[in-house]
């Protein structure tokens, strides 16, 4: 509901740094040392908690125990000093299924996911860069040996183009497709995040009668009338039908209301944990209301 909630669209950028998760597992791979070369990609998701049940092929809780077991460059390029460079592709890891919530599986199978980053190895990358790194588009962090996660697996199928894509499952929509199986800390977050947006939309509903409901070509004007001083009042934006937001003019007095009870607690409760907690490079890229849906349809 708030106006600075917005849906980002994704940037194509490159960032450099050092990866370490804080999940203990056994992994072969020294992930506390090894360089992230991080781009960003469009991925599809079936959107809200009731859409993605309905949609995916499987969802279980499930153990990693072959964290890179093969992978696969989907696209090769030259640098300027005419080097082989990898520049995109995927990786396998090995999943053993603990509890099926929906699907064909049974607990004790081993599915393949194909995840969409691969470590470029030493002498791969072009000239003077050393390895090995972590190629990746995806927002979620790798995953390792020993790892239990909740995932919402789409199936790719048995007639790709792609050969090394048949047969294989992925978490859909990337960040909506795994999540940390939550412990007493994170149920708890999930729960005061839940009810916070309860009493937000309550509160909102109370005082919409007051409120002008402001046609989205009458906007630019709202806004300009309000910056010159000539119209009192604050924009906001709510979800309205069909998904669309609904923009509202509703008074310096209400907006300062939910900004102070609502907005500011529900920001804290976001980032009162790692992003590594939930398995995100980024807080801002991971739906914590959906996983406060989540944890109410599954833990609860």
């Known amino acids: ?98 509890k099926v919530f929906k699907g064909d599986a049974e607990e004790g199978d081993i599915v393949t996911l194909i995840l969409p980053y691969f470590i470029e190895e030493p002498g791969e990358g072009g000239y003077g860069i050393k390895g090995p790194r972590l190629i990746t588009v995806s927002e979620s962090t790798p995953v390792m040996n020993g790892e239990k996660w909740l995932f919402f697996l789409d199936y790719s199928g048995t007639d790709n183009s792609v050969e090394a894509y048949n047969d294989t499952f992925y978490p859909s929509g990337d960040v909506y497709g795994r999540f940390p199986i939550p412990d007493d800390e994170k149920l708890e977050i999930a729960a005061k995040y839940h009810q916070l947006l309860n009493d937000e939309k309550t509160y909102f509903d109370s005082i919409k009668g007051s409120a002008s409901l402001i046609e989205r070509e ?13 119209l009192s009042g604050i924009l906001i934006n709510s979800d309205g039908k ?24 529900l920001d804290n409760l976001k980032w009162a944990l790692e992003p590594s907690d939930y398995g995100v490079y980024d807080m801002g890229r991971f739906d914590l209301t959906l996983y406060a849906d989540v944890c109410n349809e599954f833990y609860r």
Request: hydrophobic fraction near 40%; charge should be negative.
């Open 242 to 265: 069909d998904g669309d937001f609904e923009t509202y003019l509703i008074s310096e007095e209400q907006f300062d209301y939910m900004m102070t009870t609502f907005w500011i607690e």
């Open 1 to 98: 509901m708030k106006s600075y909630h917005l849906l980002c669209g994704i940037l194509c950028i490159i960032v450099f740094a050092l990866f370490a998760c804080t999940q203990h597992t056994d992994s072969g791979i020294d992930w506390g040392e090894i360089e992230v070369v991080h781009g960003s990609a469009d991925f599809v998701g079936h959107g809200s908690l009731p859409n993605i049940i309905r949609n995916v092929a499987l969802i279980v809780e499930g153990e990693i125990v072959n964290e890179m077991s093969k992978r696969h460059i989907a696209l090769t390029s030259q640098d300027n000093y005419g080097n082989s460079i990898l520049i995109s592709g995927y990786s396998y890891a090995e999943l053993k299924i603990l």
């Open 218 to 230: 009458n906007i630019d004007e709202y806004a300009k009338k309000i910056e010159s001083g000539e």
